[in-house]
Every structure is written in structure tokens, then in C-alpha cells.
């Protein structure tokens, strides 16, 4: 919401600007010169301001310029206004060093910051948000002393550091949130005392927070979430001004002492979520001296032992007060206690996700009269659910209450009639039979989530609540006819998927649900056809109908719609898709495992943004699709076990596929030479990624395209590219297995720094294993079996230190197997079937003749199949959600809410992750967690 906020000052100055006339003087000539030649370079289409600005005028009374009495020009304010500047445009403004408030945001400025500007000795306000600035900013600006107000946020190409800053300095607010400025906080930002704004959410900046900042004593607002500092933070005994604390995002450590905070006798929000901070959580946290709307969120760390009692502090608490605590994701353990209920003022209490045990009696609640929110899900707490004591008025306020994963067995009766509900979230309980009817009249309810529990029927035929728009009831047992809507109805988010629906799906369903836009069946037993309907959403952003039996042809209005970003049509039964056309906006399409033919496969080209593309599992005969080439933003290209056939060079396209991360060709009749010139324009591969952690501040740049003057889509298309690059980054693979390939193994594929598994097996290479292979220094997993190559074993391939699968079986291989590193760890299944192989695992090292008993059977499959079925709809969701709900970007509370759950999602895809990433040391047996038997 801040970031909304600096919109709206924005706005504001920019219309008091225009309102409030400048100072008319005589403008001195060559500075009138200088703005005009500035003007000469830019390119514009609706400015208002630049249409004022001619030879013929004084150039003080031109709007957006302010003078001087003696027509000094002091201020140049042309934001806002959808200007091109240049570099050169930029250099004639090296004449106005009389400058003091420079104010250019959300123009597009493709060009570093010019270094004169450190020269304006008067230069006070220096405004470039959302500038599209590249380069390195030049620090010596922040040392002039006559600044005092930076704004340099959201220019994401723009990295810098921060100087040692001057004695004198007069800075008041510093704002770089979004950027890549990186580094140390300097210990000498104590010396500017005048500050009050500090706004690095989001960039590089390391270290620890310095010490020196307990002078800060004039500081109102402190917002570093999403860097990487360390080390514990700083007392603030000093600086009572403070309102808002951010950290959030960051590694820092140590316990909260509370006692070094009680002089922020403002304090509104205190979010310190999403670090590394431990110990307990001191009681007297809750008598800082919280404003009436104060937020307290130390959500996502590590605090442990019991909740603090509260009972002692409350009489700090002044009466009405609407406090909200998050201490959401910690390792909080024992009983909440019942002081809990002492704190009157409470208004929003979430406590999820920790290891909270014993009974809590829910008729406490009803002393907290102000309870608007609580949160009780993902613990061991044993809820008391004597609801008949309770009385209606009791906590009368609560609009949302969460009980997730308490082993409920049954609805808590005591939500009847609450009409003022608005969300209601039960999942992943016990719950059985049916949804009550009193859940369907709970009018204003907007959120619903059932999912994962064990019920069986909706208990209506059609759903009448117009308010609600996210509908989850996933994996329950439902079966029978996909319910009606009521109309009119906003569902906008709508889950029905692994239950046991078996109708068809209304034909009509799309002209009820006319604000869906996410909506997943997947997973049931629907049969008929796709309705065409569905496209009547204008804004649908992901269908997943994937899971089914659902016949016929996927609808051509589906592969028009401007909106749909994912669709999932995998495993059913369909036979056609019609051509995909100029419109097609698709990220992720995956249409494996119907009995698709391939005349639409050259429409695909219209698909520009493609990501994912799985046509894997139809019946689709046809050449290699060069024509894909084109589409540079793929990264996953899965064709499997279709009939495609030929060669794969593709001499004639110039495409190459820069980001591409995995192919899979198994299972087809392509032959001929595999093109290693093709090889190596597969940049993505090429870049060795290294040990880099992923971690929540490497998923800071999902969002990277963010900028302030971008429209929504324009932010997602970026934000959601990244996130699958980073995704897939751990998942660079190749897989030509099965087919007819010949000749040798191109030495270029020793190029491909970064690939983790390579399967080559099953075809018809010859000639002797590349010695390049041991470049590939990320590789897990190398099958080549069952192939006519020759030659020794290359002892470089010990240099593979995270191999921990090898399938060199049934080749022509000769010589001596070399010993050492990972070679130790395979066992006679790698290496058998190569007559002129010898050593150990397959005979004993002294050569006697013993050798262990021969192991049938098929090796070849172990370990390399990618399990699409996990990966393939858990990224479309999440990411999709991202793309959908793109307007909510900035504000702070949901993109929260979408790293965590993007984080954990990536960690329920590959829970190896954290094992992986977490220390500095690769583990090297990982690959059964992701690769399918
Ligand atoms: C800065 O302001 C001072 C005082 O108004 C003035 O004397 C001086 O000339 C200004 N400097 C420049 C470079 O315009
Ligand atoms: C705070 O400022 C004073 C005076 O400027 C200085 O002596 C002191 O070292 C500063 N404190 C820290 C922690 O840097
Ligand atoms: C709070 O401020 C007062 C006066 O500014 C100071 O004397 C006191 O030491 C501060 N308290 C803490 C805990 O730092
Ligand atoms: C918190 O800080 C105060 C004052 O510096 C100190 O007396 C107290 O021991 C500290 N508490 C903890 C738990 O470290
Ligand atoms: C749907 O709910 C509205 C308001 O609660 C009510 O007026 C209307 O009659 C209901 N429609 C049906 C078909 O039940
Ligand atoms: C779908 O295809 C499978 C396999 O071809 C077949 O067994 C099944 O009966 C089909 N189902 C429907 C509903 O057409």
C-alpha cells in the first residue's frame, strides 16, 4: 500500500505543480537554449508540459519549469508525462547547474544518470522513479549537501552503492526500493540526522544493519524488506518518530529485545517477517508503545518456546486498541495462554504454522470483542468445541476465521447465521458427509476454502452467493453433477479439481461464471466436450481441465482468447485442436496425453510467449517443428512419444532458443546426427548457474519487470518468465532417448555448463564418449545406454562430482572402468553389457575372473523421467495466480503472500531444495525424490 501512497503523493505534486504558477521572470538565455535543445532529443506524444515549451516564450513561464527571481532556472518537473529521454537529450541539461529539483519520474530514460548532476551544488530533490535507468548511479550525488530527497525506486537495470555520506548531509528521504543498488549500509548514514524515510525494499544490499542508524532520532518510516542483511538489528531507543518498521526479507539474526524499542512512542507497524531471528518472543514485546492500529508481524521466523504471556503487559494496552499480531511461521510450542484473551484490543490474531499444542477453548474468544481476524491453522492445538455455549453476540465482529489442518471433524456449528463472515477457510481437515446448508446462506461470504477434507456432497444444486470469488473445494470426495451458479456470480478463483465429478460439463457453465479466472476441474471424471462457453470470460488467465475424459476438439475460441495464459488439457480424451491464432497470449500450454493429431503444430508460431509446451503422449506425425525457433522465450519443450521423424538440424531458421531448459524428444523416430552447431545457441544451458542459493530473496526478481509505468500484463509477462527461468533452472535437461539418432556424440554438448540429467539412451550413437562430458560439471544423471558406442570410458567423466546416476550399459565400451569419486558409487547395472569393460563393480580388481553375478533386466528407464504430473500444475497455479492477480502487485501484504507461496510450493515440488540450497554443500543422492522410476 506505501507504494500506492508514493503514487498518489506523485500525483498530487504533479497537480500541484500544474496548478500553482510559476515564478514569472526574465529566463536568461542560454539556459532557455539549453531546455530547448533538451527538448530537441525527446520523443513524445501527449505531453502537456513540453507543448508550452517554445523559442517564442520565456522559458520561466513554460509549465514545468520554475525560475529564480533573477530567471535562474530552479525547477524542471516534466514526470508523468510518457517522454523518451536519451542520453544525449540528458547532456544538454549540463548547463542548469543552477538546478535544485530535478523531477523526471515514470518517463523512459534508457540511459545511465549523468555524472554532472553531482555537480548542481543546490541540486535538494532528485526525482527518477520508474525510469527504466540503467548503469551504475554515481554516488558522489548522494554526498551533496544540499540534497534531501532521492527517489530512484523502481528502475530495476539501475545498480549503485551507497557513499560515505557527509557530516552535513541534509537528506531527509531516501528512496532506492526495486533497484539493484547493493553493498554495505555505510556506518556513516548516522550522520544524517535529518532523515525520516529510508525505502530499500527489494534490492542487494548486504551486511549488517550499522549500528550507527540509533542515531537516526528523526526517523519516521524504516522499510529494507527484501535484501539480504544480516546480523541483529539495531536498537531504536532513540528515535521515537518511528511509525513503520519493515525488515521483512532479510537473514537477520539474534533475538528481539523489546526493552531497546520502548521509546518508539509512534510505532503503527512492526513487521519483522521472514527472517532469521530466534529465541523467544519477549512478553514485553506487547507493551511497545503500539498505535491504535498497530501491526505487529514477526511472522516466518524462527522464535521458539511458549507464547508469551500477555497478562502483565495488558494494563500498557489502552482501551479500544485495534492491534494486529502476526507471529505466523515460527516454532512457537506449548499452549497459547489463555492471557491471550486479556489483550482486549485484539483485532486480527494469526498464530498459523506453528508447533501450538494443548486444548484452546474457543468460548474464550468471546472476550475479545473487537476480533475481526484469527488464524489458528497448522498446529497440534486441540480446539474445545463446546459451540453451544456460545452466545450469537460473542466476537460478533470476526469476518474471517481460519482452522486449517486442526483435525476438525466436524463444522463449527457455531458459524450459523454469522452473516458478517467473509471468509471462511477449514481445509485440510477431517471433516466428512455433507456441506452444511447454513454455509450456502452465509451471504457475504467471499472466500470459501473446503479443500482436503473427506466430504461428499454440496448439499445444494446451485450456489447462491453473489459475493463469494474464491471457491476451493479440491480433493474431497464430491461426486455426481458439477453444481449451477446463481447468477449474477463473481467467482473469480474456482477449484473443483481431484474429486469425483462425472457429469459433463454444463454447456452453459461460461455465461454464469462471467469474472472466472482461474478454474481448475482437473483431476475428476468429466466426460463430453470442452464447452465453448468457457471463453466468454474475458478474464480467464488459467484453465486446467487436464485429468479427465473429456472428448472432441479443444474449442478455437480457446486458442484466441487474449487472456489465457495456461491451459491444461493433458490426459483426456482429446483428438483435434484447431488453429491457434494471432491473438494467442499462451505461456503454458500442455495438451500431452490426448490423441491430438499435428495439423494445427505451425499455427503454434502464433503463440509468441510461449514458456512451457507439452504435446508429449498424442499421435502427432510430422517433422521436427523448426518453425518453433521463433518462439525465443521457450524453456520447456516437451514432444515425446508421438511419431515425429527426421532430422532435428534446423538449417534454414535463424531462431535459436536463448532461455531453453529442457527437451524432451523420447520416444519418436527422429534420426540423423544430432546438430552440435544447434547445440550451442542454447545460451541457458550454457550458463553455469554455480552453487547460487535459491532462496526468498533470489525469488525477489519473479517480479523483477515491476515498473511503476508498466500496465499490469506488462509486469507478469516479465514477472511470470522469470519465475519459470528460475524454476527450471535447477531442472536444465535433455532427453533424446528412444528414437533412431546416429553418429557421434557432438563434443559441443560439453558446452552445456549448467544441464543435470542427459539421456541419450536407446538410439544408435557410435564412436567413442566426448571427453567434454566431464565439463558438465552440474550433472546428475547420464544415461547412454543401449547405443553402438566404442572406445574407453574418458577418466574425465570422474570429475562429475554430483553424478549419482550412470547408465553406460550395452554399448561397446573397453577397457579398465576408472575408480574413484563418484565411479565407486555405481554398482555392475551401469556398466554390463559392454563385453570389453573390466574392474570393478563388474569384476574383482585383481583380475582373477570372479565377477559379481549378472543383473538382468531393464536399467534404462531408472531415474529420468520428469514427473510432469507434479510439476506441471503446481507452476501453472501458483505462477498463474501471480499473472492474475497482477493488479494486487503492489501492495506489500499480498506480495507476501505470493513469495511465501511460491516458496513453498517450490519446496513441495522439490523438497530437496532446501537440503540442497540450504547448506554449501550439494547432497549428492538426490535425484529418486524428482526423477520417476
Ligand atoms: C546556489 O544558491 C546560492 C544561494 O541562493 C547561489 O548564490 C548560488 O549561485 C547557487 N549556485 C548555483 C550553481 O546556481
Ligand atoms: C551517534 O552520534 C554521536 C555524535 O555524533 C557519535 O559520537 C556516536 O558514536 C554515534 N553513535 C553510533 C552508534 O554511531
Ligand atoms: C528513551 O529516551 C529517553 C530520553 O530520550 C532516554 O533517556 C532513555 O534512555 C531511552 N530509553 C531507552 C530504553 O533507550
Ligand atoms: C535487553 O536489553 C537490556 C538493556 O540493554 C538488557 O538489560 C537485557 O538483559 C536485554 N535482554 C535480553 C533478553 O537480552
Ligand atoms: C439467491 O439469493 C438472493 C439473496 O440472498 C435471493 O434473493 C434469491 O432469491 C436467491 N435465489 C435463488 C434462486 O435461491
Ligand atoms: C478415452 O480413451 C480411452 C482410451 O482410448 C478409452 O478407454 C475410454 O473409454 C475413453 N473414454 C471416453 C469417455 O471416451
Same mark, same amino acid.
Given at each position: 500500500m506505501k507504494?500506492?501512497?508514493?503514487?498518489?503523493?506523485?500525483?498530487?505534486?504533479?497537480?500541484?505543480s500544474?496548478?500553482?504558477?510559476?515564478v514569472?521572470?526574465?529566463?536568461?538565455?542560454n539556459?532557455?537554449?539549453?531546455?530547448?535543445q533538451?527538448?530537441?532529443?525527446?520523443?513524445f506524444n501527449?505531453?502537456?508540459?513540453?507543448?508550452s515549451?517554445?523559442?517564442?516564450?520565456?522559458?520561466?513561464?513554460?509549465?514545468?519549469?520554475?525560475?529564480?527571481?533573477?530567471?535562474?532556472?530552479?525547477?524542471?518537473?516534466?514526470?508523468?508525462?510518457?517522454?523518451?529521454?536519451?542520453?544525449?537529450?540528458?547532456?544538454?541539461?549540463?548547463?542548469?547547474?543552477?538546478?535544485?529539483?530535478?523531477?523526471?519520474?515514470?518517463?523512459?530514460?534508457?540511459?545511465?544518470?549523468?555524472?554532472?548532476?553531482?555537480?548542481?551544488?543546490?541540486?535538494?530533490?532528485?526525482?527518477?522513479?520508474?525510469?527504466?535507468?540503467?548503469g551504475?548511479?554515481?554516488?558522489?550525488?548522494?554526498?551533496?549537501?544540499?540534497?534531501?530527497?532521492?527517489?530512484l525506486?523502481?528502475?530495476?537495470?539501475l545498480?549503485?552503492?551507497?557513499?560515505?555520506?557527509?557530516?552535513?548531509?541534509?537528506?531527509r528521504?531516501?528512496?532506492?526500493s526495486?533497484?539493484?543498488?547493493?553493498g554495505l549500509?555505510p556506518?556513516?548514514?548516522?550522520?544524517?540526522?535529518?532523515?525520516?524515510?529510508?525505502?530499500?525494499?527489494?534490492?542487494?544490499?548486504?551486511g549488517?544493519?550499522?549500528?550507527s542508524?540509533?542515531?537516526?532520532?528523526?526517523?519516521?518510516?524504516?522499510?529494507m524488506?527484501?535484501?539480504?542483511l544480516?546480523?541483529?538489528?539495531?536498537?531504536?531507543?532513540?528515535?521515537?518518530?518511528?511509525?513503520?518498521?519493515?525488515?521483512?526479507?532479510n537473514?537477520?539474526?539474534?533475538?528481539?529485545?523489546?526493552?531497546?524499542?520502548?521509546?518508539?512512542?509512534?510505532?503503527?507497524?512492526?513487521?519483522?517477517s521472514?527472517?532469521?531471528?530466534?529465541?523467544?518472543?519477549?512478553?514485553?514485546?506487547?507493551?511497545?508503545?503500539?498505535?491504535?492500529?498497530g501491526?505487529?508481524?514477526?511472522?516466518?521466523?524462527?522464535?521458539?518456546?511458549?507464547?508469551?504471556?500477555?497478562?502483565?503487559v495488558s494494563?500498557?494496552l489502552?482501551?479500544?486498541?485495534?492491534?494486529?499480531?502476526?507471529?505466523s511461521?515460527?516454532?512457537l510450542?506449548?499452549?497459547?495462554?489463555?492471557?491471550i484473551?486479556?489483550?482486549?484490543?485484539?483485532?486480527?490474531?494469526?498464530?498459523?504454522?506453528?508447533n501450538?499444542?494443548?486444548?484452546?477453548?474457543?468460548?474464550?474468544?468471546?472476550?475479545?470483542?473487537?476480533l475481526?481476524?484469527?488464524?489458528?491453522?497448522?498446529n497440534?492445538?486441540?480446539?474445545?468445541?463446546?459451540y453451544t455455549?456460545?452466545?450469537?453476540?460473542?466476537?460478533?465482529?470476526?469476518?474471517?476465521?481460519?482452522l486449517?489442518?486442526?483435525?476438525?471433524?466436524?463444522?463449527?456449528n457455531?458459524?450459523?447465521?454469522?452473516?458478517?463472515?467473509?471468509?471462511?477457510?477449514?481445509?485440510?481437515n477431517?471433516?466428512?458427509?455433507?456441506?452444511p446448508?447454513?454455509?450456502?446462506?452465509?451471504?457475504?461470504l467471499?472466500?470459501?476454502?473446503?479443500?482436503?477434507?473427506?466430504?461428499?456432497?454440496?448439499?445444494?444444486h446451485?450456489?447462491?452467493?453473489?459475493?463469494?470469488?474464491?471457491?476451493d473445494?479440491?480433493?474431497?470426495?464430491?461426486?455426481?453433477?458439477?453444481?449451477?451458479f446463481q447468477p449474477?456470480?463473481?467467482?473469480?478463483?474456482?477449484?473443483?479439481?481431484?474429486?469425483?465429478f462425472?457429469s459433463?460439463?454444463?454447456?452453459?457453465?461460461?455465461?454464469?461464471?462471467?469474472?472466472?479466472?482461474?478454474?481448475?476441474?482437473?483431476?475428476?471424471?468429466?466426460?463430453?466436450?470442452?464447452?465453448?462457453s468457457l471463453?466468454?470470460? +474475458?478474464? =480467464?488467465?488459467?484453465? *486446467? #481441465?487436464?485429468? $479427465?475424459?473429456? &472428448? @472432441?476438439? %479443444? /474449442?478455437q475460441?480457446?486458442?484466441t482468447?487474449?487472456?489465457?495464459?495456461v491451459?491444461?488439457?493433458?490426459?483426456?480424451?482429446?483428438t483435434?485442436?484447431?488453429?491457434f491464432s494471432?491473438n494467442?497470449?499462451?505461456?503454458?500450454?500442455?495438451?500431452?496425453?490426448?490423441?491430438?493429431?499435428?495439423?494445427?503444430?505451425?499455427?503454434?508460431?502464433?503463440?509468441?510467449?510461449?514458456?512451457?509446451?507439452?504435446?508429449?503422449?498424442?499421435?502427432?506425425?510430422?517433422?521436427?517443428p523448426?518453425?518453433?525457433?521463433?518462439?525465443?522465450?521457450?524453456?520447456?519443450?516437451?514432444?515425446?512419444?508421438?511419431?515425429?521423424f527426421?532430422?532435428?538440424?534446423?538449417?534454414?531458421?535463424?531462431?535459436?532458443? +536463448?532461455? =531453453?531448459?529442457?527437451? *524432451? #524428444?523420447?520416444? $519418436?523416430?527422429? &534420426? @540423423?546426427? %544430432? /546438430?552440435?552447431?544447434?547445440?550451442?545457441?542454447?545460451?541457458?544451458m550454457?550458463?553455469?548457474?554455480?552453487?547460487?542459493?535459491?532462496?526468498?530473496?533470489?525469488?525477489?526478481?519473479?517480479?523483477a519487470?515491476?515498473?511503476f509505468?508498466?500496465?499490469?500484463?506488462m509486469?507478469?509477462?516479465?514477472?511470470?518468465?522469470m519465475?519459470?527461468?528460475?524454476?527450471?533452472?535447477?531442472?536444465?535437461?535433455?532427453?533424446?532417448?528412444?528414437?533412431?539418432?546416429?553418429?557421434?556424440i557432438?563434443?559441443?554438448?560439453?558446452?552445456?555448463?549448467?544441464?543435470?540429467?542427459?539421456?541419450?539412451?536407446n538410439n544408435?550413437?557410435?564412436?567413442?564418449?566426448?571427453?567434454?562430458?566431464?565439463?558438465?560439471?552440474?550433472?546428475?544423471?547420464l544415461d547412454?545406454?543401449?547405443?553402438?558406442?566404442?572406445?574407453?570410458i574418458?577418466?574425465?567423466?570422474?570429475?562429475?562430482?554430483f553424478?549419482?546416476?550412470?547408465?553406460?550399459?550395452?554399448?561397446?565400451?573397453?577397457?579398465?572402468i576408472?575408480?574413484?569419486a563418484?565411479?565407486?558409487?555405481?554398482?555392475?547395472?551401469?556398466?554390463?553389457?559392454?563385453?570389453?569393460?573390466?574392474?570393478?563393480?563388474l569384476?574383482?580388481?585383481?583380475?582373477?575372473?570372479?565377477?559379481?553375478?549378472?543383473?538382468?533386466?531393464?536399467?534404462?528407464n531408472?531415474?529420468?523421467?520428469?514427473?510432469?504430473?507434479?510439476?506441471?500444475?503446481?507452476?501453472?497455479?501458483?505462477c498463474?495466480?501471480?499473472?492474475?492477480?497482477?493488479?494486487?502487485?503492489?501492495c506489500?501484504?499480498?506480495?507476501?503472500w505470493?513469495?511465501?507461496?511460491m516458496?513453498?510450493m517450490?519446496?513441495?515440488?522439490?523438497?530437496?531444495l532446501?537440503?540442497?540450497?540450504?547448506?554449501?554443500?550439494?547432497?549428492?543422492?538426490?535425484?529418486?525424490?524428482?526423477?520417476?522410476?
Amino acid at each position: 500500500m506505501k507504494t500506492l501512497l508514493h503514487f498518489f503523493l506523485f500525483l498530487i505534486t504533479l497537480w500541484v505543480s500544474i496548478i500553482i504558477p510559476a515564478v514569472h521572470s526574465q529566463c536568461i538565455k542560454n539556459q532557455q537554449l539549453s531546455l530547448l535543445q533538451f527538448k530537441k532529443g525527446l520523443v513524445f506524444n501527449h505531453s502537456t508540459k513540453l507543448i508550452s515549451w517554445n523559442a517564442s516564450t520565456d522559458c520561466c513561464s513554460w509549465v514545468g519549469i520554475t525560475c529564480s527571481r533573477n530567471g535562474h532556472v530552479l525547477g524542471l518537473d516534466i514526470s508523468f508525462e510518457h517522454i523518451s529521454v536519451n542520453s544525449s537529450s540528458l547532456f544538454h541539461l549540463h548547463y542548469l547547474q543552477s538546478l535544485s529539483v530535478i523531477k523526471l519520474d515514470g518517463n523512459n530514460i534508457s540511459a545511465p544518470v549523468p555524472g554532472f548532476f553531482a555537480n548542481f551544488s543546490n541540486l535538494t530533490i532528485l526525482s527518477l522513479q520508474g525510469c527504466n535507468l540503467h548503469g551504475t548511479f554515481p554516488k558522489e550525488i548522494f554526498q551533496l549537501p544540499s540534497l534531501q530527497s532521492i527517489d530512484l525506486s523502481y528502475n530495476q537495470q539501475l545498480d549503485g552503492s551507497l557513499p560515505e555520506f557527509p557530516r552535513n548531509g541534509s537528506l531527509r528521504n531516501l528512496h532506492l526500493s526495486w533497484t539493484k543498488f547493493s553493498g554495505l549500509l555505510p556506518n556513516s548514514i548516522g550522520n544524517l540526522k535529518m532523515l525520516s524515510t529510508i525505502d530499500i525494499d527489494a534490492c542487494e544490499f548486504t551486511g549488517p544493519m550499522p549500528k550507527s542508524m540509533t542515531n537516526l532520532t528523526q526517523l519516521v518510516s524504516l522499510s529494507m524488506s527484501f535484501n539480504k542483511l544480516e546480523g541483529s538489528i539495531p536498537s531504536f531507543s532513540g528515535a521515537n518518530n518511528v511509525g513503520d518498521i519493515d525488515l521483512s526479507y532479510n537473514g537477520l539474526t539474534g533475538t528481539i529485545n523489546s526493552t531497546h524499542w520502548r521509546n518508539l512512542t509512534k510505532l503503527s507497524s512492526l513487521i519483522l517477517s521472514s527472517n532469521k531471528l530466534n529465541g523467544n518472543i519477549p512478553a514485553s514485546l506487547f507493551s511497545l508503545n503500539l498505535s491504535p492500529t498497530g501491526l505487529l508481524d514477526l511472522s516466518g521466523n524462527q522464535f521458539s518456546g511458549p507464547f508469551p504471556e500477555t497478562s502483565n503487559v495488558s494494563s500498557y494496552l489502552p482501551n479500544g486498541l485495534n492491534l494486529r499480531v502476526d507471529f505466523s511461521s515460527n516454532n512457537l510450542e506449548g499452549p497459547i495462554p489463555m492471557s491471550i484473551f486479556s489483550l482486549r484490543g485484539l483485532k486480527t490474531l494469526d498464530l498459523s504454522s506453528n508447533n501450538l499444542s494443548g486444548s484452546f477453548p474457543l468460548d474464550g474468544l468471546h472476550q475479545l470483542r473487537n476480533l475481526s481476524e484469527l488464524d489458528l491453522s497448522h498446529n497440534n492445538l486441540f480446539l474445545t468445541h463446546d459451540y453451544t455455549n456460545f452466545s450469537y453476540s460473542s466476537f460478533s465482529q470476526l469476518s474471517k476465521l481460519s482452522l486449517a489442518s486442526l483435525k476438525l471433524r466436524t463444522f463449527p456449528n457455531f458459524l450459523r447465521n454469522r452473516s458478517n463472515l467473509i471468509g471462511l477457510d477449514l481445509s485440510d481437515n477431517q471433516i466428512n458427509g455433507k456441506i452444511p446448508n447454513w454455509i450456502w446462506s452465509l451471504s457475504n461470504l467471499e472466500s470459501l476454502n473446503l479443500s482436503c477434507n473427506s466430504l461428499d456432497s454440496l448439499n445444494v444444486h446451485s450456489i447462491n452467493i453473489t459475493n463469494l470469488d474464491n471457491l476451493d473445494l479440491h480433493s474431497n470426495q464430491f461426486h455426481g453433477q458439477i453444481p449451477n451458479f446463481q447468477p449474477p456470480c463473481y467467482l473469480y478463483y474456482l477449484d473443483f479439481s481431484k474429486n469425483y465429478f462425472s457429469s459433463i460439463i454444463p454447456s452453459t457453465i461460461g455465461d454464469v461464471l462471467l469474472s472466472i479466472g482461474i478454474f481448475s476441474l482437473s483431476s475428476n471424471n468429466l466426460n463430453g466436450i470442452i464447452p465453448e462457453s468457457l471463453c466468454n470470460s +474475458p478474464y =480467464l488467465t488459467i484453465l *486446467d #481441465l487436464s485429468n $479427465n475424459s473429456l &472428448s @472432441g476438439t %479443444i /474449442p478455437q475460441c480457446l486458442t484466441t482468447m487474449s487472456s489465457l495464459a495456461v491451459l491444461n488439457l493433458r490426459r483426456n480424451n482429446l483428438t483435434n485442436v484447431d488453429e491457434f491464432s494471432h491473438n494467442c497470449s499462451l505461456k503454458k500450454l500442455d495438451i500431452s496425453g490426448n490423441h491430438i493429431q499435428g495439423q494445427f503444430l505451425k499455427s503454434l508460431v502464433n503463440c509468441t510467449q510461449l514458456e512451457i509446451l507439452n504435446l508429449g503422449n498424442n499421435l502427432i506425425t510430422e517433422p521436427f517443428p523448426c518453425f518453433l525457433r521463433n518462439i525465443s522465450t521457450l524453456s520447456v519443450l516437451v514432444l515425446r512419444s508421438n511419431k515425429f521423424f527426421g532430422h532435428i538440424g534446423c538449417r534454414k531458421t535463424n531462431g535459436t532458443w +536463448p532461455v =531453453l531448459r529442457m527437451i *524432451d #524428444l523420447a520416444h $519418436n523416430n527422429f &534420426s @540423423g546426427e %544430432i /546438430p552440435g552447431r544447434d547445440l550451442t545457441t542454447w545460451q541457458a544451458m550454457r550458463t553455469s548457474k554455480g552453487d547460487a542459493p535459491l532462496n526468498i530473496s533470489n525469488l525477489q526478481w519473479l517480479y523483477a519487470g515491476a515498473s511503476f509505468q508498466e500496465d499490469t500484463i506488462m509486469v507478469t509477462n516479465k514477472g511470470s518468465e522469470m519465475e519459470l527461468v528460475n524454476v527450471l533452472t535447477l531442472f536444465t535437461s535433455i532427453d533424446f532417448s528412444c528414437n533412431k539418432f546416429n553418429g557421434s556424440i557432438p563434443e559441443e554438448i560439453g558446452e552445456l555448463k549448467s544441464l543435470y540429467a542427459l539421456n541419450l539412451s536407446n538410439n544408435a550413437f557410435t564412436g567413442a564418449l566426448p571427453s567434454s562430458l566431464g565439463n558438465l560439471s552440474e550433472l546428475e544423471s547420464l544415461d547412454l545406454s543401449k547405443n553402438k558406442l566404442s572406445g574407453q570410458i574418458p577418466l574425465e567423466l570422474t570429475k562429475l562430482t554430483f553424478l549419482a546416476f550412470l547408465n553406460l550399459s550395452y554399448n561397446q565400451l573397453v577397457g579398465r572402468i576408472p575408480s574413484g569419486a563418484q565411479f565407486s558409487t555405481f554398482d555392475a547395472a551401469s556398466f554390463e553389457g559392454n563385453k570389453g569393460l573390466w574392474g570393478p563393480p563388474l569384476t574383482a580388481d585383481n583380475n582373477t575372473g570372479f565377477s559379481p553375478p549378472k543383473q538382468e533386466g531393464n536399467h534404462s528407464n531408472l531415474g529420468h523421467e520428469i514427473d510432469w504430473d507434479i510439476i506441471c500444475p503446481e507452476i501453472g497455479f501458483t505462477c498463474g495466480f501471480g499473472i492474475a492477480i497482477g493488479s494486487l502487485l503492489f501492495c506489500k501484504r499480498w506480495r507476501k503472500w505470493y513469495y511465501r507461496a511460491m516458496y513453498n510450493m517450490l519446496l513441495k515440488i522439490f523438497p530437496q531444495l532446501e537440503r540442497r540450497f540450504g547448506h554449501h554443500r550439494r547432497h549428492v543422492y538426490v535425484h529418486q525424490r524428482y526423477w520417476r522410476r
